[in-house]
């Protein structure tokens, strides 16, 4: 979901490559133990960063902290590289699932407006508020499953409103947390879709939770392998074929990734 404050549509959104986020010296600490230690990256705009890591490697803690969830040591930046100035970081998240009683009359509209007008669900269908959100829900060709139950609504549908309410209003920084966990393969083809279209639209910057390492190669910009701290960085090929990947996942002689 999206902190922020206007409504996305113009082609003056696409990136501009010239923002940068910088993540200095994150650290985050339970007790008297490291969960990740001294993150540093820069994110630019109109890029996929993907986070790779075997489990318990950090990942979502990294997440959670960008987000504010946890207390860290270290600082998150947002830079504007052509006049270089330090601007307000907005944040959109897709979290890896979302829990909807399935007894809830709760309809997508609701969901939707309940978040964009920040009033209790189920309020009284303005024609304007519909109309945006059915514009929205567009952008990922979802607009047909505005007045279906949340509920009832399949993996894949439920990612589409979700992504439509994460950029709704366009962040600076967009983060999906394992995506594709449970969407079947006509969901996951239409996650790649939408997800090429947010890179070549939007000016927003993305870091991408995955264990699919098939679209890690053919989607990423840039990989971040991880295991509390950043243990290789760089293009997909080189990221995946470095002793760090191999030895993290067990990697075999002939085993294609």
Request: contains cysteine.
């Amino acid at each position: 979901m999206s902190k922020s404050s206007n409504i996305i549509n113009s082609e003056s959104d696409k990136a501009c490559g010239l923002h940068c986020i910088k993540i200095n010296d994150i650290t985050v600490q339970l007790g008297n133990e490291k969960i990740i230690d001294k993150i540093n990256l820069h994110i630019h705009c109109g890029k996929i960063t993907a986070l790779i890591g075997r489990n318990g490697a950090g990942k979502s803690t990294l997440i959670k902290a960008i987000l504010g969830e946890f207390d860290h040591g270290g600082s998150i930046e947002f830079t504007d590289l052509k006049s270089n100035t330090v601007e307000e970081l907005t944040i959109g998240y897709v979290p890896q699932k979302l829990d909807i009683d399935k007894n809830t009359p709760m309809s997508v509209f609701d969901l939707f407006a309940g978040y964009i007008s920040r009033s209790p669900i189920f309020i009284r269908k303005s024609p304007k508020v519909y109309k945006i959100v059915e514009e929205q829900l567009s952008i990922f060709d979802a607009q047909n499953l505005i007045d279906k139950r949340a509920c009832d609504l399949s993996g894949g549908e439920l990612q589409r409103v979700l992504l439509s309410i994460a950029i709704t209003p366009l962040p600076k920084l967009l983060l999906l947390d394992e995506p594709i966990s449970g969407i079947d393969q006509k969901g996951m083809e239409l996650f790649y879709k939408n997800i090429g279209k947010l890179k070549n639209n939007y000016d927003l910057a993305m870091i991408i939770v995955s264990h699919d390492f098939n679209f890690v190669r053919k989607y990423a910009d840039h990989v971040i392998l991880m295991d509390k701290t950043v243990l290789k960085e760089g293009d997909p090929e080189e990221v995946l074929s470095c002793a760090e990947f191999k030895e993290a996942f067990g990697w075999e002689e002939g085993r294609v990734y």
